[in-house]
T-cell receptor, first 114, second 118 residues
Framework: DTEVTQTPKHLVMGMTNKKSLKCEQH?????MYWYKQKAKKPPELMFV???????INESVPSRFSPECPNSSLLNLHLHALQPEDSALYLC?????????????FGDGTRLSIL | AQKVTQAQTEISVVEKEDVTLDCVYE???????LFWYKQPPSGELVFLIR??????QNEISGRYSWNFQKSTSSFNFTITASQVVDSAVYFC???????????????FGRGTQLTVWP
């Protein structure tokens, strides 16, 4: 079992819906990440939180809104998504402050936009 | 700029064959870290190994081995006596200082799909 838990595992939503993806880790990591992965492509970084503060936003459209309510939780709020946003969304965590620490990934949420 | 190249898009082998996955990287940083991740069909990326730029020792872990050569900027991954459970997409990745921060920004290669047939 992965130590990073993502819910839901699958999500189908219409373009006018509002939904949230959730990520939780209990490894004491203070850096958390959201990635988007399309089929047959590598993961693309979206956001990075370090010590619960947003540190990196890779010019992601505002219809994606991240939130880090505490050191264990990371949310991604979705609103008015487009069909091209259908993808696997991966959450990861790592120790902050050191480049050599590997990121640990969850199973992902498979998102389909109708 | 950081770049990771995995030239092999897909590899198919029969069980018990040895297989090597190639990874070539580019960076101007003197301090960097290289990683291999495995992504089975379930979706999770599983961390396999980390190597820092100052440590060129090769490593073996069971059926897995890694060959890091700075002279050729390569970090190749060999699976000995492959098994069906090894079927997955394998990503090589590089991390180096990101605009002066200490956050680990991963630069992924495009991945190699390995299929092991029984």
């Amino acid at each position: 079992d992965t130590e990073v838990t993502q819910t839901p595992k699958h999500l189908v939503m219409g373009m006018t819906n509002k939904k949230s993806l959730k990520c939780e880790q209990h490894m004491g990591h203070r850096a958390m990440y959201w990635y988007k992965q399309k089929a047959k492509k590598p993961p693309e970084l979206m956001f990075v939180y370090s010590y619960e503060k947003l540190s990196i936003n890779e010019s992601v459209p505002s219809r994606f809104s991240p939130e880090c309510p505490n050191s264990s939780l990371l949310n991604l709020h979705l609103h008015a998504l487009q069909p091209e946003d259908s993808a696997l969304y991966l959450c990861a965590s790592s120790h902050a402050g050191s480049l050599n620490q590997p990121q640990h990934f969850g199973d992902g949420t498979r998102l389909s936009i109708l | 700029a950081q770049k990771v190249t995995q030239a092999q898009t897909e590899i198919s082998v029969v069980e018990k064959e040895d297989v090597t996955l190639d990874c070539v990287y580019e960076t101007r940083d003197t301090t960097y870290y290289l990683f291999w991740y495995k992504q089975p069909p379930s979706g999770e990326l599983v961390f396999l190994i980390r190597r820092n730029s100052f440590d060129e020792q090769n490593e073996i872990s069971g059926r897995y081995s890694w060959n890091f050569q700075k002279s050729t900027s390569s970090f190749n991954f060999t699976i000995t006596a492959s098994q069906v459970v090894d079927s997955a997409v394998y990503f090589c990745a590089l991390t180096s200082p990101d605009r002066g921060s200490t956050l680990g920004r991963l630069y992924f290669g495009r991945g190699t799909q390995l299929t092991v047939w029984p």
